[in-house]
């Protein structure tokens, strides 16, 4: 079914994508001339598939549980911010504050992601095929964030027990997030996620970052730290 | 002290004490509830009540409503409230399930609000709240879109009285299993919320955030904007033109559960002359009582809510008062207030875990302290009692509807207060700071 932001208005789309009965057979959708609106699909809650026909602003796919949603554009600040499941995929590049504080599912940007990508995850995984820029995982608690490309500076800063992949290189790293080895058993949950996801990759050409867990519980002697 | 002996005024042996301990730990101290310090308040006004001029309502006899509809703006579906007088956030983790459940349980029975905490939204307060306000805070924790829609209305928390500027703490000793996993984090570690939103940082993306948080909740719930008592003529403002329908207004005596004294002490300004402020920009912009604004931050009595309500506001919220309801600080259990070095009336020792009277604790034993249906029941009573003080003085100010109270019901009793309050100096027509 194509639903044609031109035509419809947004509260109405959005309306219908939450709604969306089990017994209709109807689960495929289209969102047509997008343009850049805020909070597309935002909400959606049963596993639909949604495709976006252009660029997106804010928050799109926002809290998203179940649904299936691919934009061919790309995506303003926050798109699948505290996503609980489902797919989130963006054929372009992101900007700031992607797939923050999310919970499930996964999130894939193809293009490049702005800063502060994944802050504060709490078990989404997402993966930049591109480069993600500064402050990314910030405070991030649980979860993946793989990046494919390179990652400015203060990657993973007071990261929490979340992991991030990188291939490329990392500018610089945050506080209190140092390298960590890349074990076998890293290397087949990374492989399987690559799997899962259908993306060809090597787990072997990445490096792992995670928590050094020094600044968990507030010490004088890590005052420098901060 | 001794009569011959003269203390310094610039280094009194408070300070002394303080510096000496500085020296000796390196580090700053940290504590619960609200500011200690002796700042303008509510003390300092008082109604003028009724006289030749004023014709005065029949005390027991005479109706004065107190119910309030908050967020009509732009929600679909508002609350109505049976009194002013609402539950701020405090979380589950600062504060165990029980007293949790015992606040859901006393508003509800006297047809008011609760509300969430930095740490999500625990079946006993949903069960036991009639009307339950889910916070949206910087952290996200436990934040999901099932329970935004179990919601009654959303307060998006930008600041908070007791520290505008500053995120959550919770230290380790009060993160057990439960408490550990509604946030995503591992048991046992100092949970530090973020002072910022992760996903917006100024009032056009808030406005931008509303509207997510409105397309996800079918624009039925009340969008609630919080602020700590910063700059609140500005804040309120910039949270009037983001699309709030609620403005929350946390003046400086706001509790918390954990933060820096210096902090708590230091930093933000007090409710009297922040209310003002913030009334003033409604006024301007013709939203004064068309946004309601809720007043928190040292509420205790009636009186309290009554010039609150006259000097501008719609409700007041209260926090601290209503843990002390809950028995925070009562004369119990006295030896364990002296374990933690303290005594009752002066405990303010919420961060650590380890609350006499088992209210701000996660530790099992000490959380059975505290019965959530009589710990609702002494809710109930206090904020009856709020209730009963706020009609008995709006009456005696000819008044049938607590909402009509209004600044020429008051007087002020020093310069600072008539200043902040901008109401005349008892005795004078004089407002500092006003033209005639």
Same mark, same amino acid.
């Given at each position: 079914?194509?639903?044609?932001?031109?035509?419809?208005?947004?509260?109405?789309?959005?309306?219908?994508?939450?709604?969306?009965?089990?017994?209709?057979?109807?689960?495929?959708?289209?969102?047509?001339?997008?343009?850049?609106?805020?909070?597309?699909?935002?909400?959606?809650?049963?596993?639909?598939?949604?495709?976006?026909?252009?660029?997106?602003?804010?928050?799109?796919?926002?809290?998203?549980?179940?649904?299936?949603?691919?934009?061919?554009?790309?995506?303003?600040?926050?798109?699948?911010?505290?996503?609980?499941?489902?797919?989130?995929?963006?054929?372009?590049?992101?900007?700031?504050?992607?797939?923050?504080?999310?919970?499930?599912?996964? *999130? @894939? $940007?193809?293009? !490049? &992601?702005?800063?502060?990508? +994944?802050? %504060?995850?709490?078990?989404?995984? /997402?993966?930049? #095929? =591109?480069?993600?820029?500064?402050?990314?995982?910030?405070?991030?608690?649980?979860?993946? *964030? @793989? $990046?494919?490309? !390179? &990652?400015?500076?203060?990657? +993973?800063? %007071?990261?929490?027990?979340?992991? /991030?992949?990188? #291939? =490329?290189?990392?500018?610089?790293?945050?506080?209190?997030?140092?390298?960590?080895?890349?074990?076998?058993?890293?290397?087949?949950?990374?492989?399987?996620?690559?799997?899962?996801?259908?993306?060809?990759?090597?787990?072997? #050409?990445?490096?792992?970052?995670?928590?050094?867990?020094?600044?968990?519980?507030?010490?004088?002697?890590?005052?420098?730290?901060? | 002290?001794?009569?011959?002996?003269?203390?310094?005024?610039?280094?009194?042996?408070?300070?002394?004490?303080?510096?000496?301990?500085?020296?000796?730990?390196?580090?700053?101290?940290?504590?619960?509830?609200?500011?200690?310090?002796?700042?303008?308040?509510?003390?300092?006004?008082?109604?003028?009540?009724?006289?030749?001029?004023?014709?005065?309502?029949?005390?027991?006899?005479?109706?004065?409503?107190?119910?309030?509809?908050?967020?009509?703006?732009?929600?679909?579906?508002?609350?109505?409230?049976?009194?002013?007088?609402?539950?701020?956030?405090?979380?589950?983790?600062?504060?165990?399930?029980?007293?949790?459940?015992?606040?859901?349980?006393?508003?509800?029975?006297?047809?008011?609000?609760?509300?969430?905490?930095?740490?999500?939204?625990?079946?006993?307060?949903?069960?036991?709240?009639?009307?339950?306000?889910?916070?949206?805070?910087?952290?996200?924790?436990?934040?999901?879109?099932?329970?935004?829609?179990?919601?009654?209305?959303?307060?998006?928390?930008?600041?908070?009285?007791?520290?505008?500027?500053?995120?959550?703490?919770?230290?380790?000793?009060?993160?057990?299993?439960?408490?550990?996993?509604?946030?995503?984090?591992?048991?046992?570690?100092?949970?530090?919320?973020?002072?910022?939103?992760?996903?917006?940082?100024?009032?056009?993306?808030?406005?931008?955030?509303?509207?997510?948080?409105?397309?996800?909740?079918?624009?039925?719930?009340?969008?609630?904007?919080?602020?700590?008592?910063?700059?609140?003529?500005?804040?309120?403002?910039?949270?009037?033109?983001?699309?709030?329908?609620?403005?929350?207004?946390?003046?400086?005596?706001?509790?918390?559960?954990?933060?820096?004294?210096?902090?708590?002490?230091?930093?933000?300004?007090?409710?009297?002359?922040?209310?003002?402020?913030?009334?003033?920009?409604?006024?301007?912009?013709?939203?004064?009582?068309?946004?309601?604004?809720?007043?928190?931050?040292?509420?205790?009595?009636?009186?309290?809510?009554?010039?609150?309500?006259?000097?501008?506001?719609?409700?007041?919220?209260?926090?601290?008062?209503?843990?002390?309801?809950?028995?925070?600080?009562?004369?119990?259990?006295?030896?364990?207030?002296?374990?933690?070095?303290?005594?009752?009336?002066?405990?303010?020792?919420?961060?650590?875990?380890?609350?006499?009277?088992?209210?701000?604790?996660?530790?099992?034993?000490?959380?059975?302290?505290?019965?959530?249906?009589?710990?609702?029941?002494?809710?109930?009573?206090?904020?009856?009692?709020?209730?009963?003080?706020?009609?008995?003085?709006?009456?005696?100010?000819?008044?049938?509807?607590?909402?009509?109270?209004?600044?020429?019901?008051?007087?002020?009793?020093?310069?600072?207060?008539?200043?902040?309050?901008?109401?005349?100096?008892?005795?004078?027509?004089?407002?500092?700071?006003?033209?005639?």
């Amino acid at each position: 079914m194509n639903l044609d932001l031109n035509k419809k208005k947004l509260r109405e789309i959005n309306q219908l994508l939450q709604n969306v009965s089990r017994e209709k057979n109807n689960r495929s959708f289209q969102i047509l001339n997008p343009q850049g609106q805020h909070a597309i699909c935002a909400g959606l809650k049963d596993d639909i598939e949604v495709s976006i026909k252009g660029h997106t602003g804010y928050y799109c796919a926002g809290m998203n549980k179940n649904a299936s949603i691919t934009v061919h554009g790309n995506v303003g600040t926050g798109v699948a911010e505290n996503m609980m499941s489902g797919k989130v995929i963006i054929k372009g590049n992101a900007s700031q504050s992607a797939g923050a504080t999310g919970h499930g599912g996964s *999130l @894939i $940007i193809e293009g !490049d &992601a702005s800063s502060r990508c +994944g802050i %504060s995850m709490k078990g989404i995984n /997402i993966i930049v #095929k =591109g480069s993600v820029g500064h402050m990314s995982a910030f405070m991030a608690q649980k979860g993946n *964030l @793989i $990046i494919l490309g !390179d &990652a400015d500076a203060d990657l +993973g800063d %007071s990261i929490y027990e979340a992991k /991030i992949f990188v #291939k =490329g290189k990392v500018k610089s790293l945050g506080s209190d997030c140092i390298e960590k080895k890349m074990d076998d058993k890293n290397i087949k949950e990374l492989n399987k996620i690559f799997k899962d996801l259908n993306i060809s990759e090597d787990a072997k #050409k990445f490096k792992r970052y995670g928590s050094a867990r020094n600044l968990y519980n507030f010490k004088i002697d890590n005052v420098s730290s901060y | 002290m001794k009569k011959d002996l003269k203390e310094f005024k610039t280094f009194p042996s408070s300070t002394i004490k303080e510096i000496q301990r500085a020296a000796k730990e390196g580090i700053y101290q940290i504590r619960g509830l609200g500011a200690k310090r002796k700042v303008p308040d509510f003390d300092d006004l008082v109604f003028l009540g009724a006289s030749m001029s004023r014709y005065p309502l029949e005390g027991y006899r005479e109706k004065c409503n107190t119910s309030v509809i908050l967020g009509d703006r732009f929600a679909k579906n508002p609350i109505k409230l049976d009194i002013p007088i609402t539950i701020a956030g405090m979380s589950f983790g600062a504060l165990g399930a029980n007293a949790k459940e015992a606040l859901g349980r006393g508003a509800s029975a006297m047809g008011t609000s609760t509300t969430t905490g930095d740490g999500g939204m625990t079946k006993e307060e949903r069960g036991s709240s009639k009307y339950l306000v889910y916070q949206l805070l910087p952290s996200r924790y436990g934040m999901n879109p099932d329970d935004l829609r179990k919601a009654d209305a959303i307060e998006i928390v930008v600041g908070q009285g007791a520290k505008p500027g500053g995120g959550g703490m919770l230290l380790g000793q009060k993160i057990n299993k439960r408490v550990a996993g509604m946030r995503t984090l591992p048991e046992g570690i100092d949970q530090r919320s973020a002072c910022r939103h992760p996903d917006w940082t100024g009032p056009d993306d808030l406005e931008i955030k509303i509207q997510e948080l409105r397309e996800i909740t079918n624009w039925e719930k009340p969008i609630y904007i919080k602020v700590g008592a910063a700059r609140p003529y500005y804040d309120t403002t910039l949270a009037v033109k983001a699309g709030a329908d609620v403005v929350v207004l946390d003046g400086m005596q706001g509790g918390t559960a954990a933060t820096q004294d210096v902090f708590i002490e230091h930093v933000g300004i007090p409710t009297l002359g922040a209310l003002r402020e913030s009334v003033d920009a409604l006024k301007e912009l013709n939203m004064h009582r068309k946004v309601q604004l809720i007043v928190s931050g040292g509420i205790r009595t009636g009186a309290d809510v009554a010039k609150a309500i006259a000097m501008g506001a719609d409700a007041v919220s209260i926090g601290s008062a209503a843990m002390m309801a809950l028995n925070c600080n009562a004369d119990l259990y006295r030896k364990d207030y002296e374990k933690l070095g303290t005594e009752p009336g002066y405990c303010h020792h919420c961060h650590t875990g380890k609350c006499p009277v088992g209210v701000a604790t996660q530790d099992p034993i000490l959380e059975k302290r505290l019965n959530p249906i009589e710990g609702g029941k002494r809710l109930k009573n206090y904020l009856s009692t709020l209730t009963l003080e706020l009609q008995t003085l709006a009456r005696a100010n000819g008044k049938s509807d607590v909402r009509n109270l209004e600044p020429e019901d008051l007087a002020a009793l020093t310069v600072e207060a008539a200043a902040m309050a901008r109401v005349p100096l008892a005795g004078t027509d004089w407002i500092p700071g006003l033209k005639k």
